[in-house]
């Protein structure tokens, strides 16, 4: 069973930057396609961004397009979000996911099969 664990998140200003890391054991993260979802207080948890077992193929919501950069390094079995140009309004608890399906960039959580705790990011106006 693959285990995810996230970290890089906590508290910046709006217009400042984080980067978010996920680290993968007990699997080889090649096998898998992976994504960053996020979680706001009284909403859905929704995808942020993917990127293809290869990572040359990727996907990001609209609203993080031209601002958050999904990357992986599979020797490292590690994924990476990099955060720029923070609003409040992405402030939610952002978790690392993994699926076995390689073929196809999938968005829906239900599609993921495994999943990190999350890790919290907070961006004040």
């Known amino acids: 069973q693959l285990q995810l664990v996230e970290s890089g998140g906590g508290l910046v200003q709006a217009g400042g930057s984080l980067r978010l890391s996920c680290a993968a054991s007990g699997g080889t993260l090649s096998q898998y396609t992976m994504g960053w979802f996020r979680q706001a207080p009284g909403k859905e948890r929704d995808i942020v961004a993917s990127i293809s077992w290869h990572g040359t193929t990727t996907y990001y919501t609209t609203s993080v397009k031209t601002r958050f950069t999904i990357s992986r390094d599979n020797a490292k079995n590690t994924v990476y979000l990099q955060m720029n140009s923070l609003k409040p309004e992405d402030t939610a608890v952002y978790y690392c996911?993994?699926?076995?399906?390689?073929?196809?960039?999938?968005?829906?959580?239900?599609?993921?099969?495994?999943w990190g705790r999350g890790t919290q990011v907070t961006v004040s106006s």
């Open positions: 996911a993994a699926d076995r399906n390689v073929q196809v960039l999938r968005r829906r959580p239900e599609d993921y099969d495994s």
